[in-house]
């Protein structure tokens, strides 16, 4: 029995499109799991800042448990920034932010992790892709 080379086609052209479609499914999920990490590092960030700013105002001995809270917190969040940055580079300066807040005090730190987990208005709550235009 012989195979036609317009059924070899056809059937080369079926996995082609199948494999592109495997692709586009792969790697929109890719980007929603991006999302999904930054906003959980982008969370955490913001319970860290909120201790860390209520720790301003503290006495030194209730400051220092809460800048070490604050601190516990920037180091969980720099798992999920990795993930997040791994799939969607446009979380890179998340993610290398956060790998310096254990080097680095989290005073440091503070300015850049806001702007990189700023809420956005436009977005309607969701998070601004650091360094990404709003018009993109």
Do not use: F
């Amino acid at each position: 029995m012989s195979i036609g080379k317009s059924h070899v086609h056809n059937s080369k052209g079926t996995v082609l499109l199948g494999s592109l479609v495997l692709a586009s499914v792969l790697l929109s999920s890719c980007g929603a799991s991006a999302t999904a990490e930054a906003d959980q590092a982008c969370t955490l960030v913001h319970k860290s800042i909120q201790i860390y700013d209520s720790a301003q105002t503290a006495d030194s001995a209730k400051a220092r448990a809460e800048l070490a809270r604050a601190e516990l917190l920037l180091a969980e969040a720099v798992s999920p920034a990795n993930l997040a940055a791994s799939t969607d580079s446009y979380w890179q300066p998340l993610a290398g932010t956060l790998a310096e807040s254990n080097q680095l005090p989290e005073s440091r730190l503070v300015i850049a992790l806001r702007a990189q987990c700023a809420p956005s208005a436009t977005n309607q709550g969701e998070y601004v892709v650091p360094y990404k235009s709003q018009g993109q």
